[in-house]
């Protein structure tokens, strides 16, 4: 393994660990979620399931759906996806249940200050996982495939995912009379997440590539 490669492989593990992390301050701060992490929490209080066992199993689904569409034979990289959607859950229990939940944050302008922590470590660490290219996440990768496959815009497809997340949750939460998990958190997440993923993508993206 060449030395890029080597610190490519370190440089991804760190942030993936840090994207984790920036998830669990999202959930701790409990303002409401992003629409996949809402749907996550509406379903671990359904089913009384860690939160991060939850995601294991709908990113599960996405990648078997994504091998499923793509019709080709499994490569060295899909084990890496493999490993990687897996450590994600865990990852996020880790940081949840036994390290975060050392403290509490009762006020609400702090938790706000938490989300917004939250988000701008995930996207930090989301830009650097993304632009370093290693590891890819089931759901962009299924969404790709079927915009190709159906000439549709990814930007469509991914949304059209995030409306059926949006109704799942939505009937879940009256059906089993959960917390409401769309609530400000949802909003501050769809208008800060792309485009400050944009921005740190971009700047990975370059940086890396200078140091090649």
Request: aromatic residues 12%; contains cysteine; charged residues 15%.
């Amino acid at each position: 393994m060449s030395r890029k490669k080597r610190n490519d492989l370190i440089v991804t593990i760190i942030s993936f660990v840090f994207f984790g992390f920036g998830i669990s301050l999202q959930l701790k701060a409990a303002i409401g979620q992003s629409v996949l992490n809402a749907l996550a929490v509406t379903l671990s209080y359904t089913i009384q399931m860690k939160v991060g066992t939850i995601l294991n199993g709908i990113n599960t689904l996405f990648f078997i759906s994504y091998l499923l569409l793509r019709r080709t034979r499994l490569n060295y990289k899909d084990g890496i996806q493999i490993i990687a959607t897996i450590a994600n859950g865990y990852i996020i229990n880790l940081f949840l249940y036994q390290l975060l939940s050392l403290f509490t944050v009762e006020s609400y302008f702090y938790r706000i200050i938490l989300y917004l922590i939250g988000i701008i470590i995930a996207s930090i660490s989301l830009g650097a996982v993304l632009a370093i290219g290693i590891v890819k996440f089931p759901l962009e990768s299924m969404c790709l495939i079927i915009s190709e496959a159906y000439k549709k815009k990814f930007t469509a497809v991914r949304m059209s995912f995030d409306v059926i997340f949006l109704i799942i949750t939505l009937g879940l939460t009256l059906l089993s009379h959960t917390p409401l998990q769309i609530r400000e958190g949802t909003v501050i997440s769809i208008l800060l997440l792309a485009p400050l993923l944009g921005i740190c993508y971009e700047f990975f993206k370059k940086h890396l590539k200078m140091e090649e």
